[in-house]
């Protein structure tokens, strides 16, 4: 029930959460909302606009990342 709890709390607004990723060999540690997706952490926060978003366009796929 407590994990519950603390799972809750994270996904309501405003309660970010720590992300820890190592993307092209260099570690980032930022905090972000539980619902960003990768691809607007990838290019809002980590400045790499490479990554496409092909949700608004309907190029399926063109969000893909290699993980």
Do not use: M
Request: glycine residues 10%.
């Amino acid at each position: 029930i407590e994990a519950d709890l603390k799972v809750a709390l994270l996904l309501e607004e405003g309660n970010n959460v720590e992300l820890s990723v190592t993307v092209n060999g260099t570690g980032r540690v930022n905090e972000v909302e539980p619902r960003t997706l990768l691809v607007y952490y990838l290019r809002d926060e980590l400045g790499l606009t490479g990554t496409n978003v092909g949700c608004d366009t309907s190029s399926c796929g063109a969000c893909t990342v290699h993980v």
